[in-house]
């Protein structure tokens, strides 16, 4: 082996080992997740509309990737749909969520919208409305597939039949990702939703995608290493 | 007392020319073939773990492995890339052996041999394809299995026995995944074992007349080997982290997609089939092109 090749050796591993160090630091970081309850700035507001609007809004529209993913969409229909009862942070009907809707509405019984004397426009609620995110939710459903069944059957409980199937699995798909069981990139449907278990994590690529480039850049030194020893030994 | 000759040091003789081990005369692809197939069958074995050969669950034990196995993704992707690489590398080992005349006698039985395994590797890269079982397989392989159909007199008896009924169904599942993990790579790390015998057994890799006594030892040999095995390993990992496999949801056939699709590999047969009848197209054509290779050596 000339110098000429072994220079050309040393530039590719050097390259090698600069590619691993790239990827280190931008997969590291958590990906950007798209909360339900995040910051949103609407353009064209004013100065003194973006103060206020740079707090903390519980009720703003979650912001979604471009295109949106499938668990995207269903951030958005929860945000729609589920936020009233199941709260922003998947939480459940807390006393907490409660007061966010104002002193006249927050005892949702008394006021009798969701009372036993409902109004025909009002539905009766239960007093406990679970929490969906969190380490204590969805313990009572194996996977997907089955709280997949629940939500396309059950939800919204004032009126089962508004929600379509495909909406069905994007909330499910939300939730799934929201709880860490399902990455981010992966469409549930019908012939994987069994896979995926409520009480079992997804490994993160987050974590595994550095270690991997890692060792690549190891294989890069090794066989440097051993070019040099040989071109060290036979000069 | 005398060493004990076995298989490695059949391969890994004492000392063998310089020129015979010269990177820019065989660009190591046989060596490199060899790996990928070793690779091949390590990956596979862990993609084994969980795949589970049935009509509901193939496509879901796929994504299992992918999105939810700690590192499953890189096994898969490694496995890919390996697959693609080896049906690359072979081609191009072949045509290095072409262009180098090293078919001729007295290394004709090996190049018979070598046209076998390329046929091999292709088939065992488009059964792995199957076995996917998403959306992106289903022309392929429907248009794959038909072509059986156009033999005449066997044609119908064979479509039965390689899709394991009249119609693909979950035993078309069963039937491929016992060929791509037993039948054709068994036949294939056997052929793999006898080709590299063969290549010291024929006077080692075929070079023009040695000009110089320049030999290497066998440690040299080894060292060689061990860059090129770590650096094919190093640009798999790469692959595997940059460009990771497509997987479609499962595939149903009752709806298929508008536009038919081959695998990469057979891209060439799929443009065969559009200019004409299945039979000579899709069958005669490609299997007249291996013939065509079988003959070179005794021809030239």
Known sequence: MNRKSLGWIILIGLGGLLLASDLLPSTAAPAAQPTIAATATPAGTTVPDLILTLTYNRLDKPRVSNPPTQADKGAVYYWLVCIPCHGDKGQGLTEEWREVFGPEEKNCWQAECHGKRHPDEGFELPHAVPPVLGLTALGRFNNADELHRLIATSMPWYRPSYMNAEESWQVTAFLLRQQGVMPPQVALNEGNAPIFRLRTPAPSLEEERPLTAAVIGLLVVAVLGVVWHYRRRTM | ?300
Not at chain 2, 20 to 38: D, I, K, M, S, W
Not at chain 2, 129 to 154: H, M
Not at chain 2, 223 to 244: D, G, I, N, S
Not at chain 2, 256 to 281: K, N, Y
């Open chain 2, 1 to 300: 007392m005398a060493r004990r000759s076995t298989f490695f040091h059949h391969l890994h003789p004492p000392t063998i020319p310089r020129r015979e081990a010269r990177f820019r005369y065989t660009f190591g692809l046989g060596g490199a073939a060899v790996f990928l197939f070793v690779v091949l069958v390590a990956t596979g074995v862990l993609e084994m773990f969980y795949y589970v050969p049935s009509l509901e669950r193939a496509n879901a034990s796929v994504q299992l492995l992918t999105f939810l196995v700690p590192y499953g993704w890189l096994v898969r992707g490694v496995h890919y890339w390996a697959a693609q690489g080896l049906v690359v590398i072979a081609v191009l080992h072949l045509l290095r052996v072409v262009l180098t005349g090293a078919y001729k006698t007295p290394r004709r039985f090996n190049w018979l041999l070598g046209i076998c395994l390329l046929v091999l590797v292709v088939l065992l890269d488009f059964t792995g394809y199957v076995l996917r079982w998403d959306t992106d397989i289903e022309w392929a392989l429907l248009v794959g299995t038909n072509l059986l159909k156009s033999i005449p007199v066997i044609g119908d008896a064979l479509y039965g026995l390689v899709v394991g009924g009249s119609e693909v169904s979950g035993d078309t599942i069963v039937r491929f995944y016992g060929w791509h993990v037993f039948g054709l790579a068994l036949i294939a790390a056997v052929a793999i074992g006898w080709h590299i015998f063969r290549v010291r057994r024929d006077g080692g890799i075929s070079t023009p007349e040695p000009r110089t006594p320049d030999r290497i030892t066998r440690d040299d040999l080894v060292r060689r080997e061990v860059v090129a095995m770590l650096m094919l390993a190093a640009v798999l990992l790469l692959l595997a982290l940059v460009f990771p496999p497509e997987l479609g949801p499962a595939g149903e056939f009752s709806q298929l997609p508008d536009t038919a699709s081959a695998p990469w590999f057979f891209i060439w047969v799929q443009q065969l089939l559009r200019w004409g009848d299945a039979l000579p197209m899709g069958l005669l054509i490609p299997i007249g092109l291996v013939v065509v290779l079988e003959v070179l050596a005794k021809s030239f």
